[in-house]
């Protein structure tokens, strides 16, 4: 199986940058795509940006376009997610999903336990 692992959290001022990593380890095969999703207090989890392995394809929600970047070192199995001009709309639980062939016949979505990301004004 694989696993996958989010770091990077914490606190910022509103207008300042955060990276955060998302590193997949274990028995990997490939990695389909990646995705960042985030969870505000009293909100569903939304996504932030995903990343295409084969291709380097980005796609991001509207309310980060522009602001945030999603790339990944595929050496590392590594995605980073790159948070610049942060508002304090932005805080909220940031989670990892990859979608890995871990050898058992069939892509299989893996998520991370989150990082907290608080952005205060």
């Known amino acids: 199986q694989a696993q996958v692992a989010e770091s990077g959290g914490g606190s910022v001022q509103a207008g300042g940058p955060l990276r955060l990593s998302c590193a997949a380890s274990?028995?990997?095969?490939?990695?389909?795509?990646t995705g960042w999703y985030r969870q505000a207090p009293g909100k569903q989890r939304e996504l932030v940006a995903v990343?295409?392995?084969?291709?380097?394809?980005?796609n991001y929600a509207v309310s980060v376009k522009g602001r945030f970047t999603i790339s990944r070192d595929n050496a590392k199995n590594t995605v980073y997610l790159q948070m610049n001009s942060l508002k304090p709309e932005d805080t909220g639980v940031y989670y990892c999903?990859?979608?890995?062939?871990?050898?058992?016949?069939?892509?299989?979505?893996?998520w991370g336990k989150g990082t907290l990301v608080t952005v205060s004004s």
């Open positions: 274990g028995t990997i095969f490939s990695i389909n795509h």
């Open positions: 990343i295409i392995t084969r291709g380097n394809k980005t």
């Open positions: 999903k990859a979608a890995i062939n871990d050898g058992r016949g069939s892509l299989r979505d893996y």
